[in-house]
Each structure stands twice: as structure tokens, then as C-alpha cells.
């Protein structure tokens, strides 16, 4: 299965400022898989310790002492660890602290052993302010699938290239080929397993049930990590994430959550979902202006999940809706469509010094929305339609009354510019929003 991420990790390798590396991200998203793969791979040998449950550890990091912990890791693995030559993976570093300290002490005194630790978000976060080794340590981070790498896990290497190049009038013929993939992706989403499992067998009924394993395991986690006081609080906002989202409005309510919500009552709870990893926050910005940061509405954001697919399992979308007709883009009012923008964009960043950043915009008085803003060279505004009717009045008034700004409309129409916006299929989106200029 191929990851665009690999390409940063094959910087990571060859860089002569490279620090171990902790690759995060929420659970189920491949991480173990891909830092094995890039080992076996990329390097002579490759040394694995899960951390999970395993006992021997207590007698490996019981100290910092890298000539020793080399050779004890040496004899427990039976492999000759090499400087440069052998890549160390501490898996699950999230549930033995003390290996994810240790990588503090390979930075400052072993730096030509190449070390990778991965974990999930839910652990981590609990261990940052205790032994996190802060500066110490290069970060990575891994998304679900984009639609770009479900199309690769197709195999449908030619047709990804060809988006790669940009021929975008020349595709807009095999639109509707495109659409029919665009629709998978809608249903099965990007979470690793459950696109093999689609690859492999195409039965939309182990998909449905491979997700709702997901969810049920998001759910443990959260009862195993979070604070027991704040428990009934996340599984409420997270169950609702689905039903507000459905909403015309889909900024985020709290009395949607329990009746009578206040912002004080869950913000912790919403925060926590957001450092796990499981939601992304989109704040509200005031005015589209550089730089956007300064006119965020901290009062005014919405919250998207971390995957589409995992999305119509909570909503339980029937695969007739979805696979058939236009209905499984326009469902839920546009829902999946926006969520799918959102899960392209943060898949088109890459970079790892850059955090993504994604807005929506309204005016004062609410009668205008523009449904994601974002940052590069300048501030564009995009807005999102789930069907071919791009009657647009926002964008247009947005547009007529800031002659400096670019609109992107993505849509089912086809590619075309025009003077002050661009048509882009959904299809296209990832690619084109990852070759924006950037400031």
C-alpha cells in the first residue's frame, strides 16, 4: 500500500539533521505498518520492540545507557545493530514511558543509530510534560488514506499519474470514471484496514463492519486514556459529531450535545478529542485577511472526523446511498462533501514543519458563509458543492467585494477557470490544494 508520507520518511533517513523520529497519528491509520515496511525496505536489518505488555523492557531501559541498551537490544533480537545501517522501531511507545524518553539520549549521544517510535495520540498526549522528550526529536504525522492513495490501492497507478501532471481538461472526459471511484471512496473511506479488506474481497458489508470495529475500538481507547471525569462528556460530543454535522448550519452546537450544553461544559472534552487525533476544529474567521489567525472566532468552529468512511458508519448511510446515483454526495446536506474537502486538505500537507491550518468564513450578521478558507501565498476561499448546480451567491459577493482574492469552487463540474475563481472536480482536490503556492 503506498503512502506519500514514505517520501518524507526517505528525507528523515538521508538528513544530516535528523533526530529519532516519532511518528504520530490516531490509531488504525498505519502507522506500524508503514514504519515496518520503510525498515525492511530501506535499511540492512530492522530491530521491533512493542512496548505493549512486554516485561523484558524494565530490563532494557531500567537506565539511559545507549552502549548498553544497544547491546542488550542486540542479544534479545539477534541481529547486529549498525549505526546507519539498522533501523530501531519502539512500537506502542505510548504504554512504557521510559522508551520514549530514551530517544532524548539517543539524540544527544548516539545520533548515528537511527531510531522510529510510533503510538497512538490517545498515549502519547498523556505522556507530554513527563519524560517527553521535547526538542529532542523529529515528528511526523500520518492521515487515513487521501483519495489519491485509495486510487493507488486500486491500482489505478496511470489515472493517479495523470492527476499528478495536471492535465485537468484532458480528464474532465473520464469525469464519470472518476465519479464511480469518488463514490468508493465515500463509502469505504481511508482507514488501511478497511481499504485492503475492500481491495481484497469488494464486500461493502465487511467494510460497514470493519469500521464499526474502529469506532468500537476509538471507544476503549477514550475509556482507557481519558480522564474518568471527563469520560461521559467525550463519548457525547463524539457521538454527536455525525448528527451536527447533518445540520444546514454545521457549525458546532453545544445544546445539540445535551440540552441545555454550555461551552464550559465541554471544551476540555472536545480538546481532548482534538489531541487524540479523532477530530479536526475548524474555527471561524471574521475577516479574510492575512494573517488568518488573527480573526479566528474561538467561539465559532466545527468539528470533522478523522475519516469519511468512519463517518457513514456512525451515520449509518446505506451503501445505496453512497454507490448509486448522486444521492452519496449530496446526502446529509453536503455533509460527506465537506467532510471529504477537509480530509484532502490535511492530507495535501505534507511538510513537517508546517501544522495545517483550515477556517470557515462568515460575515457579521450570518447571511453569507464561504465553507473552508485557507493560507498559503494569500488567503483563498473555497466553497463546496456537492452536486453540478454552482449557483454561489456567497462566493460571488465575497469575491465582488475582494477583488485580491481567488475563489475555489470544488464541485461535480468539470475543470474550467474563470476570472476570479477556479471549477475544481472533487476528485482533484487533494492534488490541487497540495500545489497551491505557499507563502
Given at each position: 500500500?503506498?503512502?506519500?508520507?514514505?517520501?518524507q520518511l526517505l528525507h528523515w533517513k538521508e538528513s544530516n539533521k535528523r533526530k529519532p523520529l516519532v511518528l504520530e497519528g490516531p490509531r488504525q491509520v498505519g502507522k506500524t505498518w508503514l514504519l515496518k515496511h520503510f525498515g525492511e525496505k530501506e535499511y540492512e536489518n530492522l530491530v521491533y520492540i512493542n512496548c505493549d505488555s512486554n516485561p523484558i523492557l524494565e530490563n532494557v531501559l531500567f537506565d539511559y545507557d545507549i552502549p548498553r541498551i544497544i547491546r542488550t537490544l542486540s542479544a534479545l533480537s539477534n541481529t547486529q545493530i549498525k549505526p546507519n545501517k539498522t533501523l530501531i522501531f519502539f512500537d506502542e511507545v505510548q504504554e512504557f514511558p521510559k522508551?520514549?524518553?530514551?530517544?532524548?539520549?539517543?539524540?544527544?549521544?548516539?545520533?548515528?543509530?537511527?531510531?522510529?517510535?510510533?503510538?497512538?495520540?490517545?498515549?502519547?498526549?498523556?505522556?507530554?510534560?513527563?519524560?517527553?522528550?521535547?526538542?529532542?526529536?523529529?515528528?511526523?504525522?500520518?492521515?487515513?488514506?487521501?483519495?489519491?492513495?485509495?486510487?493507488?490501492?486500486?491500482?489505478?497507478?496511470?489515472?493517479?499519474?495523470?492527476?499528478?501532471?495536471?492535465?485537468?481538461?484532458?480528464?474532465?472526459?473520464?469525469?464519470?470514471?472518476?465519479?464511480?471511484?469518488?463514490?468508493?471512496?465515500?463509502?469505504?473511506?481511508?482507514?488501511?484496514?478497511?481499504?485492503?479488506?475492500?481491495?481484497?474481497?469488494?464486500?461493502?458489508?465487511?467494510?460497514?463492519?470493519?469500521?464499526?470495529?474502529?469506532?468500537?475500538?476509538?471507544?476503549?481507547?477514550?475509556?482507557?486514556?481519558?480522564?474518568?471525569?471527563?469520560?461521559?462528556?467525550?463519548?457525547?460530543?463524539?457521538?454527536?459529531?455525525?448528527?451536527?454535522?447533518?445540520?444546514?448550519?454545521?457549525?458546532?452546537?453545544?445544546?445539540?450535545?445535551?440540552?441545555?450544553?454550555?461551552?464550559?461544559?465541554?471544551?476540555?472534552?472536545?480538546?481532548?478529542?482534538?489531541?487524540?487525533?479523532?477530530?479536526?476544529?475548524?474555527?471561524?474567521?471574521?475577516?479574510?485577511?492575512?494573517?488568518?489567525?488573527?480573526?479566528?472566532?474561538?467561539?465559532?468552529?466545527?468539528?470533522?472526523?478523522?475519516?469519511?468512511?468512519?463517518?457513514?458508519?456512525?451515520?449509518?448511510?446505506?451503501?445505496?446511498?453512497?454507490?448509486?446515483?448522486?444521492?452519496?454526495?449530496?446526502?446529509?446536506?453536503?455533509?460527506?462533501?465537506?467532510?471529504?474537502?477537509?480530509?484532502?486538505?490535511?492530507?495535501?500537507?505534507?511538510?513537517?514543519?508546517?501544522?495545517?491550518?483550515?477556517?470557515?468564513?462568515?460575515?457579521?450578521?450570518?447571511?453569507?458563509?464561504?465553507?473552508?478558507?485557507?493560507?498559503?501565498?494569500?488567503?483563498?476561499?473555497?466553497?463546496?458543492?456537492?452536486?453540478?448546480?454552482?449557483?454561489?451567491?456567497?462566493?460571488?459577493?465575497?469575491?465582488?467585494?475582494?477583488?485580491?482574492?481567488?475563489?475555489?469552487?470544488?464541485?461535480?463540474?468539470?475543470?474550467?477557470?474563470?476570472?476570479?475563481?477556479?471549477?475544481?472536480?472533487?476528485?482533484?482536490?487533494?492534488?490541487?490544494?497540495?500545489?497551491?503556492?505557499?507563502?
Amino acid at each position: 500500500m503506498e503512502r506519500y508520507l514514505y517520501k518524507q520518511l526517505l528525507h528523515w533517513k538521508e538528513s544530516n539533521k535528523r533526530k529519532p523520529l516519532v511518528l504520530e497519528g490516531p490509531r488504525q491509520v498505519g502507522k506500524t505498518w508503514l514504519l515496518k515496511h520503510f525498515g525492511e525496505k530501506e535499511y540492512e536489518n530492522l530491530v521491533y520492540i512493542n512496548c505493549d505488555s512486554n516485561p523484558i523492557l524494565e530490563n532494557v531501559l531500567f537506565d539511559y545507557d545507549i552502549p548498553r541498551i544497544i547491546r542488550t537490544l542486540s542479544a534479545l533480537s539477534n541481529t547486529q545493530i549498525k549505526p546507519n545501517k539498522t533501523l530501531i522501531f519502539f512500537d506502542e511507545v505510548q504504554e512504557f514511558p521510559k522508551a520514549l524518553t530514551s530517544l532524548k539520549y539517543f539524540c544527544e549521544n548516539a545520533l548515528e543509530y537511527h531510531v522510529v517510535a510510533a503510538g497512538s495520540l490517545l498515549g502519547l498526549t498523556d505522556h507530554e510534560g513527563s519524560g517527553f522528550p521535547v526538542g529532542k526529536i523529529d515528528t511526523l504525522y500520518l492521515y487515513p488514506l487521501s483519495f489519491m492513495e485509495f486510487l493507488l490501492a486500486l491500482g489505478k497507478k496511470i489515472l493517479v499519474e495523470a492527476i499528478r501532471q495536471h492535465r485537468w481538461e484532458e480528464l474532465n472526459s473520464i469525469n464519470p470514471t472518476l465519479t464511480e471511484l469518488l463514490r468508493q471512496y465515500y463509502y469505504v473511506g481511508g482507514m488501511p484496514e478497511v481499504v485492503l479488506s475492500y481491495v481484497e474481497n469488494q464486500d461493502l458489508n465487511i467494510v460497514r463492519n470493519k469500521q464499526k470495529q474502529i469506532l468500537h475500538d476509538y471507544k476503549k481507547d477514550i475509556s482507557k486514556h481519558a480522564p474518568k471525569r471527563e469520560l461521559p462528556k467525550i463519548t457525547m460530543v463524539f457521538d454527536s459529531i455525525s448528527s451536527q454535522l447533518a445540520k444546514e448550519n454545521k457549525k458546532f452546537i453545544y445544546s445539540a450535545v445535551k440540552k441545555g450544553g454550555r461551552a464550559k461544559e465541554f471544551e476540555n472534552a472536545i480538546e481532548w478529542l482534538i489531541n487524540a487525533g479523532i477530530v479536526y476544529k475548524v474555527y471561524r474567521v471574521k475577516k479574510l485577511e492575512l494573517p488568518l489567525k488573527h480573526f479566528i472566532d474561538i467561539d465559532c468552529f466545527k468539528l470533522y472526523i478523522n475519516d469519511l468512511g468512519l463517518l457513514g458508519a456512525m451515520a449509518d448511510s446505506p451503501a445505496k446511498e453512497v454507490l448509486i446515483g448522486n444521492n452519496g454526495f449530496s446526502v446529509y446536506k453536503g455533509s460527506f462533501t465537506e467532510q471529504y474537502i477537509a480530509q484532502q486538505y490535511y492530507s495535501s500537507v505534507l511538510e513537517a514543519n508546517i501544522t495545517p491550518s483550515l477556517y470557515y468564513y462568515t460575515n457579521d450578521n450570518s447571511t453569507l458563509e464561504i465553507d473552508f478558507v485557507i493560507q498559503k501565498d494569500k488567503v483563498f476561499p473555497i466553497e463546496v458543492k456537492a452536486e453540478e448546480n454552482l449557483k454561489s451567491k456567497s462566493l460571488s459577493t465575497v469575491l465582488k467585494d475582494n477583488s485580491n482574492l481567488k475563489g475555489i469552487r470544488f464541485s461535480m463540474s468539470n475543470y474550467r477557470e474563470q476570472s476570479q475563481m477556479v471549477n475544481v472536480p472533487l476528485v482533484f482536490a487533494e492534488e490541487y490544494l497540495r500545489e497551491l503556492p505557499r507563502s
